[in-house]
Every structure is written in structure tokens, then in C-alpha cells.
């Protein structure tokens, strides 16, 4: 089946520092969500991005949709401590002749005050 | 609002036994998704119900089966578990099917069951 690949797995950064990470798709994806992961949690929904280029800003985070809907990214400015977790792409990846969803293995970003 | 809730949060059992878990989705959601979640194979998808009909299913044995109720809650079972199921399964709720040609609504996940199993 389709598998969405996400770089880095892990990523350690100084408090303040920026974050980005990187997602993508051997296939073109009709839309791409991403999802973070507070230690000991559970995946909370982030965003949702559908068109081809799109980009859209929540606070210190940016997000990004390749021209080719085939990769995306995740920008966070000047992290802080509360930016800790695991954040998460997905896409409705082919699966068994339908689309199923398919997810990232994510990338643990871990912040130093 | 209430959130996804799943019941139970810890669950320990043995190599060959049998494990029922439950999901009561979101006021108003119909469909329930089930994930497995174990840190060699990340967040993997097991199976959707939308409807109490099970929509599409992911590429587990058939150890691995659910159902829905009328009420959308939804019980996932895992027959002769193994100690390779021991994971997080995490069920997610939407108003929607995920798994609907190539939309994807938004899913709210539940805070999951742990399953160890020895």
C-alpha cells in the first residue's frame, strides 16, 4: 500500500529555536491532515489542507501544501516548551483497493528550556 | 460537548486469550475508527464502522474484528492475542467516513486502551 514518509524522527531543539518537519507521498494526496501527540496522550487534530501550494498559519505554526500535493510540511516558530509531542501527517493512503487512512511515523520534537 | 471515550484505559492479559475493548464516539458521530499504535510500526489503521457496517479494513488478521451499535458505539475484539498486539488502540470518531473515496474528515481520537500482553 501507499506509505507517507515523514522526516525527522526526532528533532531537539533549544527553546525559541524554530522546528520544521517534512512529509511525503509517493503519490499524489488529495488532502492531508496533521495531528500532534503530547507524550502519554493521544493524537489531537491540528489541520486540514486540501489545495495544491496552500498554506495556513495557526499562531506560531505554518503549514504547507506542495504544488504537487505530494509532500507537506509543518513550521514551528520559536518553539517553547508546551510545543513538546509527536506531530503526526496523514493522508487517505491506497489500501487494499480502497482508501484507508494512512499515517506518518511522525516526528518527536523535543524542546530544551 | 463529551469527547471520544474508551473503556478499558489499561488492559493486561495473557497469550491466548481473547480482549474486548469499547468506544463510545462523540454526541452526534457516526463513524468510529480503531487504530494500533506500537512504536516499531507507528499509528496503523485498523478497521472503520459507519452505521454499525464495517466501511473498510486494514491489513490485520482476522484475529482483529469490531462491530457497531445503533448508538454508533462501537467494540473492537482480538481473538488468541499474541504478544506481538501488545499497542495502544486508539479509536477515533467523525461525523463523516474517513475512508470515504478521497476525503478525509476530521477525526477526533479517543485517550486509548493499553494492552500488554504476556
Known amino acids: 500500500g501507499q506509505q507517507v514518509m515523514q522526516i525527522p524522527q526526532y528533532q531537539h531543539v533549544q527553546e525559541g529555536e524554530d522546528f520544521t518537519t517534512y512529509c511525503n507521498s509517493s503519490t499524489t494526496l488529495s488532502n492531508i491532515q496533521w495531528y500532534k501527540q503530547r507524550p502519554g496522550g493521544h493524537p489531537v487534530f491540528l489541520i486540514q489542507l486540501v489545495k495544491s501550494g496552500e498554506v495556513k498559519k495557526q499562531k506560531r505554526l505554518t503549514f504547507q501544501f506542495g504544488e504537487a500535493k505530494k509532500n507537506s510540511s509543518l513550521h514551528i516558530t520559536a518553539t517553547q516548551t508546551t510545543d513538546v509531542g509527536t506531530y503526526f501527517c496523514a493522508g487517505p493512503g491506497r489500501g487494499g483497493g480502497s482508501y484507508i487512512p494512512t499515517f506518518g511515523r511522525g516526528t518527536s520534537l523535543i524542546v530544551h528550556p | 460537548k463529551a469527547g471520544v471515550t474508551q473503556t478499558p484505559r489499561y488492559l493486561i492479559k495473557t497469550r491466548g486469550q481473547q480482549v474486548t475493548l469499547s468506544c463510545s464516539p462523540i454526541?452526534?458521530?457516526?463513524?468510529v475508527s480503531w487504530y494500533q499504535q506500537t512504536p516499531g510500526q507507528g499509528l496503523q489503521f485498523l478497521f472503520e464502522y459507519f452505521s454499525e457496517t464495517q466501511r473498510n479494513k486494514g491489513n490485520f488478521p482476522g484475529r482483529f474484528s469490531g462491530r457497531q451499535f445503533s448508538n454508533s458505539r462501537s467494540e473492537m475484539n482480538v481473538s488468541t492475542l499474541e504478544l506481538g498486539d501488545s499497542a495502544l488502540y486508539l479509536c477515533?470518531?467523525?461525523?463523516?467516513?474517513?475512508?470515504?473515496?478521497?476525503?478525509?474528515?476530521?477525526?477526533?481520537f479517543g485517550p486509548g486502551t493499553r494492552l500488554t500482553v504476556l
Open positions: 477515533a470518531s467523525s461525523l463523516a467516513p474517513v475512508t470515504s473515496g478521497t476525503s478525509t474528515d476530521t477525526q477526533y
Open positions: 454526541s452526534g458521530h457516526r463513524s
